[in-house]
């Protein structure tokens, strides 16, 4: 299975699932969506997760993307 990250244009990081996500506790869980959307405006109260903060910070940033060969 390949791996796709996303930059969204001023938006969060989304990255195809589904997940392990293991937290700075170690506990794991599994995320069983299609994709997942991190957070990278920094102004979230759900991190590491996007709760669509970034549009009310009017954060800026490039769309980038990354795909396994
Ligand atoms: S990128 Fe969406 S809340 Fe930070």
Same mark, same amino acid.
């Given at each position: 299975?390949?791996? #796709? ?14 997940? !392990?996500? &293991? ?5 794991? %869980?599994?995320?069983? !969506? ?5 957070? /990278?405006?920094?102004?979230? %109260? ?8 970034? /549009?009310? &910070?009017?954060? &800026?940033?490039? #769309? ?6």
């Amino acid at each position: 299975m390949g791996y #796709e990250i996303k930059l969204l244009e001023n938006g969060p990081i989304l990255v195809k699932g589904p997940l !392990r996500f &293991v937290d700075s506790t170690g506990k794991e %869980q599994l995320i069983e !969506r299609d994709w997942i959307a991190l957070c /990278r405006c920094g102004g979230s %109260q759900n991190k590491p997760f996007c709760d669509g903060t970034h /549009r009310k &910070v009017n954060f &800026v940033g490039a #769309e980038v993307k990354f795909y396994t060969p």
